[in-house]
């Protein structure tokens, strides 16, 4: 296996894509794209696919072993009869988000968007029949939100993704000649090409999958995957379009932004993030709802609205975005409990909206009592549980202090770089509540 890999890297190393992104100095439009793409802070994650129906998450092929053909029988069914993307839209606007990032193909390998590089799609392959991605970019563009695609580099269906991987072994995919890395590559590059010419502006492309040949070390993995040729085609067809990868290492060239896996960046809480640092990209992580990406029919382990709020708050302020995820259900609808929690969320930004749109990680660290963020010399204390008085240092003095969410005054007595503070509604919001201090 080994010396099939090392025979592909070297073919692939003589190809002209390979080196394109070395040396990568991203352009005034990309550079543009990341600071809008840092402000926006909150984005909706979308998993959804032929995996919904069996309702066990995206992971069902691998986890039960089902066979690639047997599996793909269910484009057959799949018929999201109330699906209306500008429902989803709206209710995502509505939450605060500032963008939208879907999987245009998962590992099962089914593709959501029109695609003449393989029948196997959401228009061609199933009764549906309608361009899935093709009525999301168009109710986004009516609403005015950005819409990333992310896109699986695993496939656990496709004959010529070979030699297979780490995950997807039982699918039924022969581990054999037929394989042909190099027209699986070039297909990639064929709808890559598809999602950035039919769809308008495209926010980012998200990738996913590298891990499956992590037996394979990191400075390996650009050549495995053809990554440098494909940023480079991303940046030619859409200069502003962001290029991150869910590797779980440390950035390569070509990437504008770095992805942390259900870790508040710096934290690696779930143990994705092993290796990689915390780099001067702009950071996301992508979290989970409940405990499932795709729809999990009995996943009931919602995380609350306030816990959602909190990590929101956390994660910018460790001056990252956070890409919350949603698994729509078969029929198209997207969960009564997401909705709720979405809905929360949204009414806690529009209030409170200005202490993490736009913002950085603040300049005080995690504390007991919560978390820092800040804009200019204002700095935003997000306050997670009851604080009557509050005393902190500060790295300039305080002209003032108010409640963000009721305008009040907030008193102080200031003396040689220490403050106290005196909350006057202590908990007025159970979630989070934030407190500006203007400094000079
Ligand atoms: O799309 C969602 C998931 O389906 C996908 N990424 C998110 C955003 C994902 N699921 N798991 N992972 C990514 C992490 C991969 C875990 C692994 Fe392994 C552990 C890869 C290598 C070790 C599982 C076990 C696969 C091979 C061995």
């Keep these: 296996m080994k010396r099939i890999l090392v025979i592909i890297v070297a073919l692939l190393a003589l190809g002209v894509g390979a080196v394109a992104q070395e040396g990568y100095v991203p352009t005034p439009e990309n ?36 066979d690639y053909r047997e599996y793909a029988r269910l484009a057959n069914s799949f018929y999201p009869s109330k699906f209306d993307a500008r429902a989803w839209v709206r209710a995502i606007k509505a939450g605060g988000a500032r963008y939208i990032t879907i999987t245009s193909r998962h590992h099962d390998g089914f593709s959501l968007f029109r695609s003449a590089a393989t029948p196997y799609n959401a228009v061609d392959g199933t009764p549906f029949g309608r361009d899935i991605l093709g009525e999301l970019a168009e109710a986004c563009r009516e609403e005015g939100i950005r819409l990333h695609f992310y896109y699986s580099h ?58 499956d040949h992590d037996a394979e070390p990191r400075e390996a993995q650009p050549a495995i995957w053809n990554l440098y040729g494909q940023y480079a085609l991303i940046h030619r067809l859409q200069p502003g379009c962001l290029v991150g990868n869910n590797h779980h290492l440390d950035p390569f060239p070509g990437e504008d932004i770095q992805i942390f896996e259900k870790d508040v960046p710096g934290e690696n809480e779930a143990g994705f993030s092993g290796t990689a640092g915390v780099s001067r990209l702009p950071l996301e992580t992508c979290q989970t709802m409940n405990h499932s990406w795709g729809y999990n029919i009995t996943d009931r382990a919602y995380k609350s609205a306030d816990e959602l709020i909190r990590y929101l708050a956390r994660t910018a302020s460790k001056g990252a975005n956070l890409l919350l995820n949603i698994g729509p259900r078969p029929d198209g609808t997207l969960p009564e409990e997401a909705l709720a929690r979405l809905e929360e969320m949204g009414k806690w930004l529009q209030i409170n909206g200005e202490s993490i749109y736009g913002t950085q990680a603040g300049c005080i660290p995690e504390q007991p009592w919560g978390v820092t963020t800040q804009k200019g010399n204002v700095l935003y204390l997000h306050l997670f549980k009851p604080q009557p008085e509050l005393t902190l ?5 305080l002209k003032s202090a108010v409640l963000l969410a009721e305008g009040t005054t907030v008193s102080f007595k200031q003396k040689k770089g220490t403050v106290t503070l005196t909350i006057p509604d202590p908990a007025a919001s159970t979630a989070d509540q934030v407190v500006a201090l203007t400094l000079r």
């Design 393 to 397: 240092e500060l790295p300039g003095k």
């Design 154 to 211: 695993v496939d656990w269906g496709r004959t010529d993704y070979w030699p297979r991987g780490r995950s997807g072994l039982g699918t039924g995919r022969p581990d054999g000649k037929e394989g042909d890395w190099q027209h699986y590559l070039d297909f990639i590059n064929r709808q890559l090409t598809e999602l950035l010419t039919q769809y308008g502006p495209i926010g980012a492309i998200w990738f996913d999958g590298v891990w």
């Design 31 to 66: 550079l543009a794209a990341r600071e809008r793409f840092a402000a926006d802070r909150f984005g909706v994650f979308i998993h959804w696919g032929l995996y919904a129906q069996p309702g066990r998450g995206e992971w069902v092929m691998q986890q039960q072993n089902i």
